[in-house]
């Protein structure tokens, strides 16, 4: 069981746009920021966004973050089959003193 | 560019230790810190610990607490992670990743880039 969740799976067409939720609660995403992950199989994860919505250097302007509350959303406009992957929200845990990650989405590109 | 490079492949036997190395290049070793995140068989990701490369803190996931050592070598500007008394349900890919962890009062938001990974497998 997770501490931060998010949905198992989602899918969408190519071209498409798609959201993916992170709900945690106020000793996690609540007060403190929130990065994002693609983890293609076989491969590492990357970073995809920071601090709630800062992109790294290198990441499309297509993939965008978000928070409000106790909650944060990951965005994918112009979605393309090589974006299918799982991806992961993460953050701190004031409560527990350690990281936590959602239980990860599978996105389909249908 | 900046990267990192995991020791290869591990098989222990139940109640062994494990050590696996993170050696990084492209970036300045002592202005981060440096994470351990572990991926399980059909599981998603679990950050197991942190430790500063700037004054070797460390700060452990109260899950591992004992049982996991974070050090580092800043000469060879390599992170290290030892896991004891091994079980079977520490079978995973393990990870080593880059954070913005420099002192006690600040965490690791974010990880950035990832070494490759390193699969230990712990079977009789």
């Known amino acids: 069981q997770s501490v931060l969740t998010q949905p198992p799976s989602v899918s969408a067409a190519p071209g498409q746009k798609v959201t993916i939720s992170c709900s945690g609660s106020?000793?996690?995403?609540?007060?403190?920021?929130v990065s994002w992950y693609q983890h293609l199989p076989g491969t590492a994860p990357k970073l995809l966004i920071y601090?709630?919505?800062k992109r790294p250097s290198g990441i499309p302007d297509r993939f965008s973050g978000s928070k409000s509350g106790t909650s944060a959303t990951l965005g994918i406009t112009g979605l393309q089959t090589g974006d299918e992957a799982d991806y992961y929200c993460?953050?701190?845990?004031?409560?527990?003193?350690?990281?936590?990650f959602g239980g990860g989405t599978k996105l389909t590109v249908l | 560019q900046v990267q990192l490079v995991q020791s290869g492949a591990e098989v222990k036997k139940p109640g062994a230790s494990v050590q696996v190395s993170c050696k990084t290049s492209g970036y300045t070793f002592t202005t981060y810190g440096i994470s351990w995140v572990r991926q399980a068989p059909g599981q998603g990701l679990e950050w197991m610990a942190s430790i500063s490369s700037y004054n070797g803190d460390t700060i452990y996931a109260q899950k591992f607490q004992g049982r996991v050592t974070l050090t580092t070598d800043t000469s060879a500007t390599t992170a290290y992670m030892e896991l004891r008394s091994l079980r079977s349900d520490d079978t995973a890919m393990y990870y080593c990743?880059?954070?913005?962890?420099?002192?006690?009062?600040?965490?690791?938001?974010?990880?950035?880039?990832w070494g490759q990974g390193t699969l230990v497998t712990v079977s009789s």
């Open positions: 106020s000793s996690n995403i609540g007060n403190n920021y």
């Open positions: 601090d709630n919505n």
């Open positions: 990743a880059r954070d913005p962890r420099l002192t006690r009062e600040s965490v690791p938001n974010w990880f950035d880039p």
């Open positions: 993460g953050t701190w845990d004031s409560s527990l003193s350690g990281g936590v």
